[in-house]
DNA sequence: CTGAAAGCGCTTACAG
DNA sequence: CTGAAAGCGCTTACAG
């Protein structure tokens, strides 16, 4: 089946390509006679433009591109759920890309995308990222950039991201509420500023309840596929080193809930002897035992947001018109369940 | 920024915009001179080729779309990690979609992604489609398709998929290998080919072992967003009604998850009391307590197999040579835990 | 109200 | 080895 293209209506109907055009698009200066004729045939001959044409010509292409760390991830996967749904809205579709957390992935995937003349970009960074060329270079290119959750602070564009450090702060203050005094933290991996922020975050509570921090109670997971493992093995070591403590403040639910099974299988009562907070809230936490407490991070949420600021530029930019870039901070709140019920 | 076009490299060069173009594809007829200034112009420039042009010209997008019922969803997005690894390693984008498990999003989708004039379509049906012309008017646009997981077995097109009614079978044989004769089923929805096959599988195992098969015990979930609750309420249905079952088959691990927080709330043991098998081995089913047995689905692997049939499938087309449907089955296996280790 | 023409940026059959 | 020309299917400024 060949696909019918505006030619072959104006053939038909023995008008111009342009009328039809037109007439397709409801210019005013069509006539309605004409209008409806074309409407017609378009639709009995299930026409459909062709999409490459119409990007040649107006420059847009209705897509955006989208780079994340992993797929298979709760936060993530709400995350994109929010986005394409907001796209769609709005008619624009979303190319999805994962990069691994690898810095090289992810600068090959910006080029394919750039390559593909995507209106706009989405982007939440590898762990792996420690440059930002290809970042800058996109705005450089003036293609609408929004970073969201994993971003780089020193990159100028628009960002949708959570307080990660008053978040933090939430969950070890909650810990010291409780009657926590020594208290671990199994934190992301170096480079990203949210884990960054979280681990700030934990300190800084530590500090104003007067309590001294020591470096060898954090730990560092790298929270890539293996992060349930990372939580065990993290368990497993603090058990050995320091037996003494009392709440554990975790980067991320996925770790957390290794850290649980761990403790389980040793026979360590959460949370009598060791109360724990999560993460990003992710489902399981809700349902393992014992239930664990995290911070709510509005992954849908993010996503629709990202999506709405990227759309705004998008707008902007075909206007001409300055683009002011936003910092958007969702709220983050508190969950406790049984983990910390003491 | 402007982008830089082949002409601008021409006029630069002082040479002509068909040289180039041969010189960056590395035409034969062009002189090993000529080539590499060209190449080397390009790449201080940052030329890239404009897609949507060379789209329009080769009616190749290197683009594909994917429909899925759900985004966070265990097997799904893993489906989609599988699709979207295999796909960049052609150099093919991913355009997903989420149809919500609604016939009208679908079709609607259906005809974004034809209008994008994607490169082909892999698709897994929502739980509402109920009649399947989008999707034959898709093969006769010359287009090629690929389903899988929830599929339609009158659709002439390639096909991956699992032996649900078999591995449905297993689940049953292994409940009533442990002792249970008095065997509940939570089935999926009732239009989809999956969880009618996995039903009969139910049945047939029963019948194979002599067990009266009995309608009043198979209870049904739409398995949408309120998967884990679906599987709380029928296990409290299933406690009032019949207080005599002691094994359960449930279509699928989230549902199997609600019935279990539910048993576990209500005090009933499991296995003692009642044995539960789940399907697909989502990675919570590891860790709830207690552990589930099910049915591991290999989604990254269908994924990747899906993919590689439509890229079959998307090449034999270019060359207009004739495709061959494929239906391709993949393995599963029983994973025994706790949840029926009596 | 209608249409001829230019042009978006490429690719490729063809001529020289 | 090089290049002029046609064409992919659309949009839109312009003329009538």
Redesign the pocket.
Known sequence: MK?V???EIANKL??????V??A??D????????KSLVKELASTLN????A???N????ESKTIGLIIPVIVHHFFSNVIKGIVAQAEKKGYLVIILQSNESYELEKKQIDLLMNQRVDGIIISLANGTIEYKHLTDVIKANTPLVMFDKIAKIVNCSKVIIDDRKAAYDATQHLIDIGCRRIAHFRGSLLPQNSIDRFLGYRKALDDNGIKYDPSLVYICECDDNSFEEGKENARLLMQEHNDVDGIFINTDLVAIGAISEFNDAGIKIPEDIAIVGFSNWFMSSIISPTLSTIDQPGVKMGKAAFKQLYKEIKLKKRNKPVEYQQIVLKTKLIQRDSTKL
């Open positions: 696909q293209t505006l030619r023995n008008i111009s390509i342009t009328t055009s037109k397709l698009k210019y005013p200066d069509v006539s309605p006679k004409t026409y459909k433009p062709n490459f044409a119409v040649l010509r107006t420059r």
